[in-house]
């Protein structure tokens, strides 16, 4: 019975984001981020589907997190939607907006649940992309770091987990990125990759200044995180020369050399300065910002890729997923669990920082859910998904990695993107044209984790 077993100190939660829970578009002085705009531009969106109900959290936190309460859940990730804070981006704060996250916050509070905040998830001012692009032009890091001094001087007084930006490769590379048609995210299309690569600097900077303005605001200690859904090399197998070349492949693959390397080690990888390679406008000063002192990194994952040794120059090579290697719902998401143990692993052997403790921010799969006669969801899949990645965060856990806490994504069903509403990831079941509220099998075998503190 005690296989499995996490710490007694782990932190078992449930996370969502604004733009795609909350709904109330244009209530209590919101106003539109660049998320309303492309979700409500024709043939953006799957259906037509925009964020402007979702599932009317704004009107229903209560119900909400009770239900968080009654899963035994108690860590809760949210994150705030800037334009409802600062509705043009900048200057005036909105304060019935805020008062919306006092009240989320103070509710949580009652319910012995701690709340995690976000700061930025992908739903920038649309006021701010009119003004000067987003996240193209350098003034849009100055004004993060102002949206998030104005949020904690306001509420620092109850919240002391903070996290700065989600997924930066997300609304950079997938909304600004050349040649990608159709677009994902909000972003005007640029002419070159390294204009691309200046978007990414751009939020780095964001986030190393938002670092400091939270640390400059807060009334009390409190842990500053970033949230990174890195790219994960996975050893075909775990043999040394497989082991050696994920590990030789992990800094420059994907975007990690472009992220998560500033952000953790200081420095952007050496390829990005190669004759011809697509480096950004670097000033003077920038990476020390970028490469700001972290309580924690958050580490969102989904699935990784494998890798192998390889007789060439880099040493690995890429290994492409089988044609019927199992998926879950989404075109991107294998079932590849010793994608969350790498991850971590990667964080403190291959980049050297065993300093950085990690939480799994996000941590999930979308399934085709189905309502059986009973009225019950019992998504088996979705279970024995999540299973095998706890299973594999806690061999990390158990092998000495400083893993602390694991948030489930997600609680609700909720818009998924460019997806709408046709991708369910919650472990709650969401009817949106009636918005009731059904927890699914997967919801109760994680509330079974949870009581007994181990992957069940
Ligand atoms: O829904 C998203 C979330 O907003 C960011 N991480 C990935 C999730 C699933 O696609």
């Not at 589907?49 to 990730?77: F, M, P, Q, V």
């Not at 600004?176 to 204009?195: F, I, K, L, M």
């Not at 969350?340 to 403790?357: A, F």
Request: proline share 5%; with cysteine.
């Amino acid at each position: 019975m005690t296989s499995y077993r996490f710490p007694n100190n782990f932190l078992w939660g449930a996370a969502t984001s604004a733009y795609q829970i909350e709904g109330a578009a244009d209530v209590d002085g919101r106003k539109p981020s660049v998320w309303d705009t492309f979700s409500a531009t024709a043939g953006r969106t799957l259906n037509g589907d925009t964020g402007a109900i979702a599932c009317n959290h704004y009107h229903t936190y209560r119900e909400d997190i009770k239900l968080i309460a009654d899963l035994g859940i108690k860590n809760y990730r949210f994150s705030l939607a800037w334009s409802r804070i600062m509705p043009d981006g900048r200057g005036k704060v909105n304060e019935a907006g805020v008062d919306f996250y006092r009240r989320l916050v103070d509710c949580l509070l009652e319910y012995g649940i701690t709340p995690h905040a976000t700061l930025f998830h992908w739903d920038s001012p649309q006021a701010l992309e009119d003004l000067y692009g987003s996240w193209l032009s350098r003034e849009m890091a100055q004004d993060f770091a102002d949206y998030a001094t104005a949020v904690v001087t306001r509420l620092g007084d109850r919240v002391t987990s903070w996290m700065t930006l989600n997924e930066i490769t997300c609304f950079t590379h997938l909304g600004y990125g050349v040649d990608r048609v159709p677009q994902h995210a909000p972003g005007r299309q640029v002419g070159s990759d390294s204009e691309v690569w200046q978007t990414v600097h751009h939020a780095l900077l964001a986030h190393g200044l938002g670092c400091q303005a939270i640390r400059a605001a807060t009334p009390q200690p409190c842990s500053v995180a970033l949230v990174d859904n890195f790219a994960v090399t996975v050893p075909i197998a775990e043999s040394p020369q497989h082991i050696a070349a994920a590990q030789k492949a992990f800094g420059s693959f994907g975007y990690n050399g472009g992220i998560l390397l500033p952000a953790l080690t200081g420095a952007y990888h050496p390829d990005f300065f190669k004759p011809g390679a697509a480096a950004p406008k670097i000033q003077d000063g920038d990476l020390q910002i970028i490469h700001q002192p972290l309580d924690s990194l958050g580490f969102n994952i989904y699935c990784g890729t494998y890798v192998r040794a390889a007789d060439n120059e880099a040493g690995f090579e890429i290994v492409n997923f089988a044609k019927s290697y199992p998926q879950m719902h989404m075109p991107w998401l294998f079932l590849q669990p010793e994608s969350i143990y790498w991850g971590i692993r990667h964080i403190s052997e291959t980049l050297g920082r065993s300093d950085l403790p990690i939480f799994i921010s996000e941590n999930g799969c979308a399934t085709e859910d189905e309502v059986n006669w009973k009225g019950e969801v019992v998504d088996s899949d979705r279970i024995l998904y999540l299973r095998q990645y706890l299973k594999s965060a806690h061999r990390a856990v158990s092998e000495g990695y400083p893993l602390q806490g694991y948030f489930v994504w997600s609680l609700l069903d909720n818009f998924e993107w460019s997806w709408g509403y046709d991708r369910r990831f919650g472990i709650i079941r969401v009817d949106f044209p009636t918005q009731s509220r059904t927890p699914k099998s997967s919801a109760d075998w994680y509330a079974e984790c949870i009581r007994q503190n181990r992957a069940v």
